[in-house]
């Protein structure tokens, strides 16, 4: 057991170095941009939002209490993938709001036409509207609520970790 934790530990602080990292590289990165006069809203860094919630009155609302705050908009709401106007609407409200935004779409296979048609068909607001397909790999594990456990048949041992609420 306190190998188990010991290695959750340890992982918790690799990943956690690799975002610094990232970070930093970012920055530096944006930094030798800016001191080359080239444009820095090439190289713009994005914060934002995820709205998870199912109808436009509620991502108003979002978008009206971050846009001072942020330049992001995600819109990562199952129902809403499958109402294109709705998205419209919200990516119009969201882009007069000064935002961009990501739509959300899965890739699950009974629902993999939703993008199609969102690309079909959506309005065009420059270059502020991205699809942001799919969730990280691993995603749906580390998310859960009863935690992960992975085997490995080379050391026949077991990692469990478990999501504390």
């Not at 419209?88 to 961009?100: K, M, T």
């Amino acid at each position: 057991m306190k190998r188990r934790t010991m290695l959750s530990v340890a992982t918790g602080i690799l990943i956690l170095i690799v975002i610094v990292g990232l970070f930093i590289a970012i920055n530096l990165s944006t930094n030798e941009k800016s001191s080359s006069n080239e444009n820095a809203e090439e190289r713009r860094f994005y914060s934002g939002v995820t709205f998870g919630g199912e109808n436009v009155t509620e991502a108003k609302l979002l978008i009206d209490r971050v846009k001072n705050c942020t330049n992001l908009f995600v819109v990562q709401s199952g129902p809403l993938q499958e109402n294109i106007n709705a998205i419209n609407e919200i990516c119009e409200y969201a882009a007069s709001s000064g935002l961009h935004t990501l739509i959300y779409f899965t890739a699950a296979e009974n629902k993999r036409s939703l993008l199609s048609s969102f690309l079909s068909n959506f309005r065009v607001w420059g270059n502020n509207i991205g699809v942001y397909f799919d969730d990280e790999p691993g995603g749906k594990m580390l998310d859960n609520t009863w935690g992960v456990r992975l085997f490995d048949p080379t050391a026949n041992d077991t990692i469990s970790m478990v999501m504390l609420t």
